[in-house]
Nanobody, 124 residues
Protein backbone atom coordinates (compact mmCIF):
# COMPACT_ATOMS: atom_id res chain seq x y z
CA UNK A 1 0.00 0.00 0.00
CA UNK A 2 1.16 3.52 -0.81
CA UNK A 3 0.20 6.68 1.05
CA UNK A 4 0.66 10.00 -0.72
CA UNK A 5 0.81 13.46 0.84
CA UNK A 6 0.95 16.60 -1.29
CA UNK A 7 2.37 19.94 -0.15
CA UNK A 8 3.57 23.24 -1.56
CA UNK A 9 0.32 24.79 -2.68
CA UNK A 10 -0.57 28.39 -1.98
CA UNK A 11 -1.47 31.76 -3.41
CA UNK A 12 0.69 33.19 -6.20
CA UNK A 13 0.33 35.98 -8.72
CA UNK A 14 -0.02 35.29 -12.40
CA UNK A 15 3.40 34.73 -13.95
CA UNK A 16 4.80 33.37 -10.72
CA UNK A 17 6.08 29.91 -9.79
CA UNK A 18 5.36 27.20 -7.27
CA UNK A 19 6.82 23.78 -6.63
CA UNK A 20 4.54 21.05 -5.40
CA UNK A 21 5.80 17.96 -3.61
CA UNK A 22 4.22 14.57 -3.14
CA UNK A 23 5.77 12.41 -0.44
CA UNK A 24 5.11 8.69 -0.56
CA UNK A 25 5.30 5.98 2.03
CA UNK A 26 6.40 2.46 1.27
CA UNK A 27 9.62 0.83 0.15
CA UNK A 28 8.57 0.21 -3.44
CA UNK A 29 8.14 3.83 -4.50
CA UNK A 30 10.53 3.51 -7.44
CA UNK A 31 8.41 0.74 -8.95
CA UNK A 32 5.44 3.10 -9.33
CA UNK A 33 4.86 5.58 -12.09
CA UNK A 34 3.36 8.79 -10.75
CA UNK A 35 0.98 11.38 -12.05
CA UNK A 36 -0.19 14.85 -11.14
CA UNK A 37 -3.83 15.80 -11.67
CA UNK A 38 -5.86 18.89 -10.89
CA UNK A 39 -9.45 19.79 -10.27
CA UNK A 40 -10.67 23.34 -10.69
CA UNK A 41 -13.88 24.53 -9.00
CA UNK A 42 -16.90 23.16 -10.81
CA UNK A 43 -14.81 21.10 -13.22
CA UNK A 44 -13.77 17.49 -13.55
CA UNK A 45 -10.40 16.27 -12.40
CA UNK A 46 -7.87 16.29 -15.25
CA UNK A 47 -4.45 14.92 -16.02
CA UNK A 48 -1.47 17.28 -15.72
CA UNK A 49 1.78 15.29 -15.89
CA UNK A 50 3.24 11.81 -15.55
CA UNK A 51 6.62 10.32 -14.78
CA UNK A 52 7.97 6.79 -14.97
CA UNK A 53 9.35 4.95 -11.97
CA UNK A 54 12.93 5.64 -13.03
CA UNK A 55 12.17 9.26 -13.83
CA UNK A 56 13.50 8.97 -17.36
CA UNK A 57 10.13 9.27 -19.11
CA UNK A 58 7.64 12.08 -18.67
CA UNK A 59 4.42 13.25 -20.26
CA UNK A 60 2.36 16.44 -20.02
CA UNK A 61 -1.05 17.79 -20.81
CA UNK A 62 -0.96 20.29 -23.66
CA UNK A 63 -2.22 23.02 -21.35
CA UNK A 64 0.93 22.87 -19.18
CA UNK A 65 3.58 21.74 -21.65
CA UNK A 66 6.57 24.07 -21.55
CA UNK A 67 5.51 25.61 -18.22
CA UNK A 68 5.37 22.67 -15.80
CA UNK A 69 8.06 20.08 -15.09
CA UNK A 70 7.55 16.80 -13.27
CA UNK A 71 10.47 15.11 -11.55
CA UNK A 72 11.14 12.62 -8.77
CA UNK A 73 13.74 11.72 -6.20
CA UNK A 74 13.40 8.04 -5.39
CA UNK A 75 15.86 8.28 -2.50
CA UNK A 76 13.42 10.69 -0.85
CA UNK A 77 10.31 8.90 -2.16
CA UNK A 78 9.06 12.21 -3.49
CA UNK A 79 7.70 13.45 -6.78
CA UNK A 80 7.68 17.14 -7.67
CA UNK A 81 5.77 19.44 -9.96
CA UNK A 82 7.59 22.66 -10.80
CA UNK A 83 5.05 25.16 -12.09
CA UNK A 84 6.26 28.28 -13.88
CA UNK A 85 4.46 31.09 -15.72
CA UNK A 86 1.32 30.34 -13.76
CA UNK A 87 -2.01 31.53 -15.08
CA UNK A 88 -5.32 32.12 -13.28
CA UNK A 89 -6.71 29.10 -15.12
CA UNK A 90 -4.15 26.93 -13.31
CA UNK A 91 -6.09 27.53 -10.09
CA UNK A 92 -7.14 24.12 -8.78
CA UNK A 93 -6.59 21.48 -6.17
CA UNK A 94 -3.59 19.45 -7.30
CA UNK A 95 -3.39 15.73 -6.60
CA UNK A 96 -0.68 13.15 -7.04
CA UNK A 97 -1.51 9.55 -7.81
CA UNK A 98 0.30 6.30 -8.51
CA UNK A 99 0.15 3.67 -11.21
CA UNK A 100 1.97 0.38 -11.67
CA UNK A 101 2.46 1.10 -15.37
CA UNK A 102 3.93 4.25 -16.91
CA UNK A 103 2.01 6.04 -19.60
CA UNK A 104 2.60 9.50 -20.99
CA UNK A 105 -1.00 10.38 -20.15
CA UNK A 106 -3.50 8.93 -17.73
CA UNK A 107 -7.21 8.77 -17.22
CA UNK A 108 -8.39 9.64 -13.73
CA UNK A 109 -10.03 6.27 -13.19
CA UNK A 110 -6.88 4.44 -14.22
CA UNK A 111 -4.87 5.44 -11.17
CA UNK A 112 -4.29 3.50 -7.99
CA UNK A 113 -3.47 5.45 -4.86
CA UNK A 114 -4.32 9.14 -4.44
CA UNK A 115 -3.26 11.90 -2.12
CA UNK A 116 -5.71 14.36 -0.61
CA UNK A 117 -4.54 17.31 -2.67
CA UNK A 118 -3.05 20.76 -2.21
CA UNK A 119 -4.71 23.99 -3.30
CA UNK A 120 -3.04 26.31 -5.79
CA UNK A 121 -4.59 29.72 -6.33
CA UNK A 122 -3.28 32.02 -9.05
CA UNK A 123 -4.43 35.61 -8.87
CA UNK A 124 -4.62 37.89 -11.90
Amino acid sequence: QVQLVESGGGLVQAGGSLRLSCAASGRTFSSYAMGWFRQAPGKEREFVAAISGSGYSTGYADSVKGRFTISRDNTKRTVYLQMNSLKPEDTAVYYCASNRVYRSSYLVNGMGYWGKGTLVTVSS
